[in-house]
């Protein structure tokens, strides 16, 4: 019969807790992860960071859907919900005028299958001035509306869209929220 040296002994208790850590992770991080809601509310009352900058007033009765709301230093991006309504805004580096930004976006709208941009676009401005220009889509059984500023190197974008119905009822407060858009660089 072998004996088990003492040695022996601790490189297996020693591999045991690294098999048991290694468990914990894989098993136990992303049942935690489920465990936490993917939104949370916002205070309707302060701005709301995006990134690069930028920020928004949410509308009342947000929240904001974390799986794809990620801030940072150069771009980000935000996604809101108002019950069905999926209201996203996106900030990215941009070195093109306002035309060429809506133009993009409107191709990457009709750049997925069943979506296509209807109506002219039409001016707008945010509550400090900053001009955009905005426009309608649809896609099978939603509704759409998007809205293009540039500011100091940045495209803005957003795109809210629900089943039409839904749209209807909480564009008002939507747009209201798209006025309050603002970059730090912009005066109070």
């Known amino acids: ?64 859907d974390l ?39 409107r191709q990457r709208i009709t750049g997925t299958s069943g979506y296509q941009v209807t109506g002219a676009q039409l001016p707008v401005s945010t509550a400090v001035g900053l001009p955009g220009l905005q426009g309608s889509y649809t896609a099978p059984g939603r509704g759409g509306r998007y809205v293009v500023f540039v500011v100091d190197g940045l495209t803005i974008e957003v795109t809210i869209s629900a089943a039409d119905l839904d749209l209807g009822r909480s564009l008002p407060e939507i747009e209201a929220s798209t006025r309050t858009l603002r970059h730090d660089g912009e005066p109070q």
Do not use: C, H, K
């Not at 309707?44 to 929240?63: E, F, L, N, R």
């Open 67 to 105: 799986t794809g709301t990620r801030p940072g230093d150069n771009d980000g991006n935000a996604l809101f919900r108002l019950g069905p309504v999926s209201y996203a805004i996106d900030v990215r580096p941009f070195a093109g005028d306002l035309r060429a930004a809506a133009e993009r976006l």
């Open 1 to 64: 019969m072998a004996w088990i040296t003492r040695r022996q002994l601790r490189n297996l208790l020693g591999s045991l807790g690294v098999v048991a850590t290694l468990g914990g992770l894989a098993f136990g991080l992303p049942a935690l992860d489920r465990a936490l809601p993917s939104q949370r509310p916002v205070r309707p009352d302060q701005p709301y960071p995006i990134g690069a900058g930028v920020t928004v007033v949410p509308p009342v009765g947000s929240t904001v």
